[in-house]
T-cell receptor
């Protein structure tokens, strides 16, 4: 069974701090997604990774296929980054299944 | 960017009635659509995966006769909660993708069953 573990569960940071959220999974995947869910419920897809590293603004996502591990980094964090960040892995090809981590609740204090 | 429209955004219904939630991909053809539910302060829980041209695949523990999913076309999927009960009250979200594209999420539907 493919499990997805995220850490930490909760994270409080001061504005400007560098933040790292980790995601580990247990079997081979075809893609890994990082999602952001704001308090109102809306979900935004931040990254989809199958290898290497991607950067978008202050967000960086990396994945190590051999170690079955991905990290989401936020540089120069801001209160508007406060949200729940969710890691999801897809396995079984382009029409495969998704498994979600439990999410990391990030709170950035001004 | 790709847009997924989910409707309604909230609905209140009486126990025993059925509720239909629509999920539309507005500017792309979605070969796969996912339906999730989320209880307060919990993560997303995948309910079912619907691929083009095949019946929905339900996750373990999800009653397929209660949560009817119809992937009517490449741009429309519907979730019908049949004979709703108060314990079905939850936040239901859909997402859509094509092949290896990123996931695109609807804004969710908050269902309250009284």
């Amino acid at each position: 069974k493919n499990e997805v573990e995220q850490s930490p569960q909760n994270l409080t940071a001061q504005e400007g701090e560098f933040i790292t959220i980790n995601c580990s999974y247990s079997v081979g995947i075809s893609a890994l997604h990082w999602l952001q869910q704001h308090p109102g419920g809306g979900i935004v897809s931040l990254f989809m990774l199958s290898s290497g590293k991607k950067k978008h603004g202050r967000l960086i996502a990396t994945i190590n296929i051999q170690e079955k591990h991905s990290s989401l980094h936020i540089t120069a964090s801001h209160p508007r980054d406060s949200a729940v960040y969710i890691c999801a892995v897809r396995y079984g090809g382009s029409q495969g299944n998704l498994i979600f981590g439990k999410g990391t609740k990030l709170s950035v204090k001004p | 960017g790709a847009v997924v429209s989910q409707h309604p955004s909230w609905v209140i219904c009486k126990s025993g009635t059925s509720v239909k939630i629509e999920c539309r991909s507005l500017d792309f053809q979605a070969t796969t659509m996912f339906w999730y539910r989320q209880f307060p302060k919990q993560s997303l829980m995948l309910m079912a995966t619907s691929n083009e041209g095949s019946k929905a695949t339900y996750e373990q523990g999800v009653e397929k006769d209660k949560f009817l999913i119809n992937h009517a076309s490449l741009t429309l999927s519907t979730l019908t909660v049949t004979s709703a009960h108060p314990e079905d009250s939850s936040f239901y979200i859909c997402s859509a993708m094509r092949g290896y594209s990123p996931l695109h999420f609807g804004n969710g539907t908050r269902l309250t069953v009284t």
